[in-house]
């Protein structure tokens, strides 16, 4: 079964870095566009970041030039680098396949940011 598992959240104030790590099981972080997601209360999942096959990055309007995403293949990790955070950065974020396959949601990793 291919899980994904998120880490490397928490509780930063603004201005402040997190860099988020995403570790898959099979290959599936080597092969597919993979992408990070958020969520925050009350508002639908949104598309953050992602990376193609052969590395072509997007990025939603509201991070651009202060997140990126990587990939190491040879660790089946898909990161996401997340400088100079505001408030409204404030979500779960999860890691999937681009587009998002529904069977492959984890749990996330909860990211804060408050004074």
């Known amino acids: 079964q291919v899980q994904l598992v998120e880490s490397g959240g928490g509780l930063v104030q603004p201005g402040g870095s997190l860099r988020l790590s995403c570790v898959g099981s099979?290959?599936?972080?080597?092969?597919?566009?993979m992408g990070w997601y958020r969520q925050a209360p009350g508002k639908q999942r949104e598309l953050v970041a992602g990376?193609?096959?052969?590395?072509?990055?997007k990025y939603l309007d509201s991070v651009k030039g202060r997140f990126t995403i990587s990939r190491d293949r040879a660790k089946n990790t898909v990161y996401l680098q997340m400088n100079s955070l505001k408030p409204e950065d404030t979500a779960v974020y999860y890691c999937n396949t681009d587009p998002a396959d529904p069977r492959y949601w984890g749990q996330g990793t909860q990211v804060t940011v408050s004074s």
């Open positions: 990376i193609t096959s052969i590395g072509r990055t």
């Open positions: 099979g290959n599936i972080v080597r092969i597919y566009a």
